[in-house]
């Protein structure tokens, strides 16, 4: 890229435990004219400490550290209220690791084995507060996004499909009523109370009160 006497380059901090791989980042990003490695470490509580004294613009992140977690590293620096853009450069591919970065407060997630301009890319998207994921693990989102959607479909016809009464017992139920209360009040059998709750229950594919309450919280029926 052409170097631009009119705008900063953008200050990485760099946290990679493995001096090799640190290295060939290093090489590859000081080879930009736009790009600036300001700091490094192998271990995620140092990381921790720079980012704080450096406020660098991006931290370059590995997942697997010496000590903590890039995961965990990623959850303390948000709650400090740093304000870098995270970008994981990680051999993690499995939905896991990707998920859990993603939501500590990642912007990035890069693989290892990805081109070289792709690393570049996502730092630059990153920057400009855009969010990169690699091409290849996008499928992930796409795939929990439908596996959502499709257990929102099931679990809202499942809740129309429930009587008047089964809802009235399914809130009072999670609610923390017991099923004599629930008789006393609706001035019925304690028998029919328990078979409406296992009926709504089985309905709705819950089997304990707790997964119960859970759902009833899920779907704004009780406060949690």
């Known amino acids: ?9 953008i200050r990485i901090l760099l946290v990679e435990d493995q001096e090799i791989v640190r ?21 995620g509580s140092q990381a921790i400490q720079l980012a704080s004294q450096l406020e660098p613009d991006i931290i370059l992140l590995d997942i697997t550290l010496p000590d903590i977690s890039g995961i ?11 304000r870098s853009h995270i970008v994981a450069l990680t051999i993690h591919e499995d939905e896991q690791f990707f998920f859990e970065m993603l ?5 990035g997630y890069v693989p290892k084995r990805a081109a070289s301009e792709d690393l570049i890319n996502a730092i630059r998207m990153v920057h400009r507060g855009e969010v990169y994921l690699y091409p290849a693990l996008t499928r ?15 679990t809202k016809a499942a ?18 009523e017991s ?16 078979r409406h709750r296992e009926n709504l229950m089985r309905k709705l594919g819950l089997h304990n009160r707790s997964e119960l309450v859970k759902y009833a919280i899920r779907k704004g029926l009780i406060s949690p």
């Open 1 to 9: 890229m052409p170097k631009n006497n009119h705008s900063k380059p």
């Open 103 to 107: 939501q500590a407060g990642a912007s």
């Open 140 to 154: 992930l989102l796409v795939d929990d996004f439908l596996q959502r959607a499709s257990q929102e479909e099931t």
């Open 23 to 43: 290295s060939g980042v290093r090489m590859l990003l000081e080879g930009q004219a736009d790009l600036s490695i300001i700091g490094e470490t192998g271990n």
């Open 72 to 82: 965990e590293v990623t959850r303390r620096l948000r709650q400090s209220g740093c």
């Open 179 to 194: 099923n004599e209360e629930i008789a006393q009040r609706l001035v019925i059998s304690k028998h029919t109370v328990a």
């Open 159 to 176: 809740m129309n499909g429930l009587t008047p009464r089964e809802q009235e017992i399914l809130i009072a139920v999670a609610s923390g």
